[in-house]
């Protein structure tokens, strides 16, 4: 049986996998990644931030409470069962930067058309986590989904973009996280 956290990944990335189809169709690549974080320019011998690179990370996994004794005593506890936990996640849109050519730098419209991009994606990561929100609204009497921030990445090798990241409390059934 999954996780509560494994199966929480499942669903929000579903949501990002539909956000970015919807509104960015020329992504090619949607990943969920792992590790503690993703350098743009990944590829050893293809830039994939060219054709697109939209991924999802879970960043870390905190607990809220320990578990405590509950009235009257002798009620049975699982010594490892928690109520529920806090998922941080990342999703992230990553494109091809304006290089300009041999003998200029980028113009004054590859930097204006490379910040309009990002400024649409943050919509579309937005509409990610609005779908995460609307997935725990119908699943979920009470919930919680923090949103940290949305920052746009340094130009770092032919990349550029953005990522968002966000808190969701995850309520685990019977109190026990871990299925």
């Excluded at 350098?39 to 999802?56: K, L, R, S, T, V």
């Excluded at 010594?79 to 849109?93: A, H, N, R």
């Amino acid at each position: 049986m999954p996780n509560v956290v494994s199966t929480f990944a499942t669903e929000a990335f579903a949501c990002f996998q539909t956000a970015v189809q919807t509104d960015a169709p020329e992504i090619n690549h949607i990943v969920l990644r792992p590790g503690i974080q993703v350098e743009p320019d990944i590829a050893q011998f293809e830039n994939q931030c060219c054709p697109g690179y939209a991924y999802m990370r879970v960043m870390s996994v905190r607990t809220r409470e320990e578990p405590t004794r509950q009235a009257p005593l002798g009620t049975p506890i699982s010594p490892c069962g928690l109520e529920s936990v806090g998922v941080q996640v990342e999703f992230s849109i990553m494109r091809c930067a304006p290089v300009g050519d041999e003998n200029y730098g980028p113009d004054d419209d590859q930097w204006n058309n490379a910040s309009a991009q990002m400024l649409e994606d943050y919509g579309t990561l937005w509409n990610a986590l609005c779908c995460v929100r609307q997935e725990f609204a119908d699943r979920f009497e009470t919930w919680s989904i923090v949103f940290l921030d949305w920052e746009p990445w340094e130009v770092q090798g032919a990349c550029l973009g953005s990522r968002l990241q966000f808190v969701a409390e995850v309520e685990c059934p019977d109190g026990d996280c871990n299925g």
